[in-house]
């Protein structure tokens, strides 16, 4: 590993993953990425971590550090530009928390995916799905900014975004969606999203996070689709 770099051990389509990945990007931090088939994970990194779940970043002495908002804190905190979190504690809690509440609402989505759920259940995870967004989209409009860390964005951004590149997914897969004109805050903030140039540099078509998600529901998830050849 090149001296003063970092490395992140990621999973391709794993959304906590890649709120490490964002926040390297965004800071322009120099990292290089191994990814890990989750499925049949190498005992050599099995020996390394003991939470046994991508992202784990590691630095030039070898030593590691796991769980994507513990790394987005520790990147924050050493590269301090741009900043991810307000310098006031309280500010920077609250933020956290707001990334809590995320996690028990839109992150949801995840549920959707077990195969043998019947519609009344997938109706109910869609109309929780709706309800969080709608919060988010109240947040972002009581906060009257761009992005939810202002004018420029912040932790919550960045920590939340892998959901929402992920959303066109429901109607390739389901034949519906959740997010809609109604969250117009959301909506626009997604197009604001897209444009920052670490969302960019790392976004994946919705086609092949669809595909992903097929072959993971399908019971083998196809950790290199985007290596084989398309023929
Ligand atoms: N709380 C963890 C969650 C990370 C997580 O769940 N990662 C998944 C992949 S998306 C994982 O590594 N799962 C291990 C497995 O599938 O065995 C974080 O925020 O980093």
Known sequence: MVPGSLRAYN???CPYAQRTLLALAYKNV???????????????????TMLEKVPVLEQADGSIISESMV??????EVYPQPPLL????WKKAEEKVWVE???LSVSKIYKLYNT???????????E??????DVFDK???????????????GLLDLAIWPWFERMPLLPLVFHRTALTAKQANLMKWVSAMEEVPAVKALIIPAEEHAKFRTTCMAGEPEYDLALKPKI
Do not use: C, H
């Open 128 to 133: 929780e799905i709706t309800q969080g967004l």
């Open 139 to 153: 947040e972002l409009a009581k906060r009257g900014t761009k992005f939810f860390g202002g004018s420029q964005p």
């Open 71 to 76: 790394t987005m804190d520790y990147l924050d």
């Open 101 to 103: 509440i995320f996690g």
């Open 11 to 13: 999973m391709k389509y």
């Open 30 to 48: 120099k990292f290089d990425i191994v990814n890990i088939n989750l499925k049949r994970k190498p005992a050599w990194f099995l020996s390394r």
């Open 86 to 89: 307000p310098q006031d504690p």
């Open 116 to 126: 043998s759920l019947d519609e009344a259940t997938k109706d109910k995870i869609f």
